[in-house]
């Protein structure tokens, strides 16, 4: 639906029930000018709120704490319904900068569904990190699926298939000598009914980010397994892309939103009361849903926002050979942390 241009240190509200969460928010679309009073504005688009960390930009008291919006640039912040309506929005010059994950940001780059291609500028958040949240699989608290093994034949719920969520199953399975077509069903689900799913007996388990956890942590549910068991290591599994043309022309109002990148999660963990308030109030979210993952070890590893181009590039591979993306690619040509101060 169309969301008119927001005034100075003014942004788009998408109020969001906890059952609406995910990959059913409201999309919005905001046609951006290049400059606003002689300032530049960008515009930045993400898809699940406090979840992708960049959304805390649209709350106006976080805003405040910020050195260079208002200044160096101005913002115009837009929650979309998946990453692909993020990209259509990039591609129709309608935002500068979105929220992608593993496998849209290698599909995006790969298929040039931007003009002038996307060059990711930050990490969103890692998973997999042996002392944080990892994505997690969990079964029903009486049923009998414990571990990895017992998920043959069973009915497994992901929001999409064809994603990084996905490849969580794919990648297990593959592991331990099954196939992930045929020797499991899954079921594409909204997030927010996962739990409702597992105690229905519609689905026997399902792939649980770190806000959707919480309520599969409230019923005693079982953790089958999480992508800590499953990589080696810690890799980056959400960035903040820009378009290429957007750094080419505003580059400098790019860095700047960078810098207020780095300092406002500084800032959300040395004020984690205060900001789980406010992403609650913002959002429309329950408080204790927010309380109980966000800006803690059952969050995802999010200190390190610069870009690992090693552990990028593992992960780009890695998705070719479970199957997501055809080609691989060098990630050095379409990313920089020339945009991110380091930490």
Not at 135 to 151: K, R
Not at 210 to 219: L, Q
């Given at each position: ?101 593993t496998v849209s940001y290698a599909s995006a780059v790969r298929q040039e ?231």
């Amino acid at each position: 639906m169309p969301i008119e241009n927001s005034s100075r240190r003014s942004f788009l509200k998408s109020g969001a029930a906890v059952g609406t969460l995910g990959m059913t928010g409201l999309a919005g679309c905001s046609a951006l000018s290049n400059v606003t009073g002689g300032t530049p504005e960008l515009g930045l688009a993400f898809t699940v709120p406090v979840e992708n960390i960049a959304s805390l930009f649209a709350i106006e008291e976080i805003q405040d704490q910020l050195t260079n919006l208002g200044s160096e640039y101005e913002l115009d912040v837009t929650r979309d319904q998946s990453t692909p309506d993020s990209l259509n929005k990039m591609a129709a010059g309608n935002a500068d900068m979105a929220l992608l994950s593993t496998v849209s940001y290698a599909s995006a780059v790969r298929q040039e569904a931007v003009p002038g291609n996307i060059s990711m500028i930050a990490t969103d958040f890692w998973d997999a990190h042996p002392d944080w949240y990892g994505i997690t699989v969990f079964s029903g608290a009486d049923s009998d699926i414990t571990e990895p093994e017992d998920l043959e034949g069973a009915t497994i719920g992901v929001n999409a298939q064809g994603t990084g969520v996905h490849s969580i199953i794919v990648k297990q399975f593959q592991q331990i000598g099954l196939d992930p077509e045929n020797d499991a069903e899954i079921v594409e689900l909204p997030f927010p009914t996962f739990v409702e799913a597992i105690n229905d007996g519609r689905i026997d388990a399902g792939v649980f980010p770190a806000i959707f956890a919480v309520a599969a942590r409230g019923e005693g549910f079982n953790e089958v397994y999480s992508s800590q068991d499953i990589w080696e290591q810690e890799y980056p599994f959400a960035y903040t892309v820009a378009s290429n043309n957007s750094l080419d022309e505003k580059g400098d109002a790019i860095a700047a939103w960078g810098e207020d990148f780095r300092e406002m999660v500084d800032w959300a963990y040395d004020n984690r009361s205060e900001a789980v308030s406010l992403a609650a109030e913002y959002f429309e979210l329950p408080e204790p849903l927010v309380d109980g993952f966000f800006l803690t070890n059952n969050d995802y590893y999010r200190q390190d926002l610069t870009i690992d181009m090693d552990r990028l590039q593992f992960t780009m591979d890695e998705m070719v050979n479970l199957g997501f993306v055809e080609d691989t690619f060098d990630v050095t040509e379409y990313a920089t942390n020339d945009y991110i101060p380091q930490n």
